[in-house]
């Protein structure tokens, strides 16, 4: 990983954001970067470093959480909430649903807290909103 994202560790455990928001962030083993944001601190986010952006993952739900007879009616609001949910987008990654966003690399650190800030907030709100079709 190079220093910036290392870098990037340091300042987000340091950074408060207006809000009241704090940041836990471990670089693991693998190079990606786990992120707790105090606003959400039941979810993670994953962020790795590509050649040319950053990218955030949050796990949800695995498949087998979603009730049998309601996955497509899942899918079709998750389709429904991606457009309403600001900076993230809701996907699956084999059989993982996950909340999901991007980042140029030279994205400035104000904008990165905030992003994660609100893909912290998206999580939850997305959670709520498709719970009754989760078991």
């Not at 707790?36 to 470093?49: G, L």
């Amino acid at each position: 990983m190079s220093i910036v994202f290392e870098d990037l560790v340091y300042r987000l455990n340091e950074h408060t954001t207006a809000e009241g928001t704090s940041f836990d962030a471990v670089m693991n083993d693998n190079g990606v970067l786990e992120i707790v944001c105090s606003n959400n601190d039941e979810f993670s986010i994953h962020m790795v470093q590509t050649d040319t952006q950053l990218l955030t993952v949050t796990p949800l739900f695995h498949v087998s959480e979603v009730k049998p007879d309601m996955i497509d009616e899942l899918n079709a609001q998750l389709l429904h909430l991606s457009p309403a949910m600001p900076l993230s987008s809701a996907g699956i990654q084999g059989e993982q649903y996950i909340l999901f966003g991007a980042m140029a690399l030279n994205t400035y650190f104000e904008n990165i807290v905030h992003e994660l800030e609100v893909q912290a907030e998206n999580t939850l709100e997305l959670l709520e909103a498709v719970s009754p079709l989760l078991n």
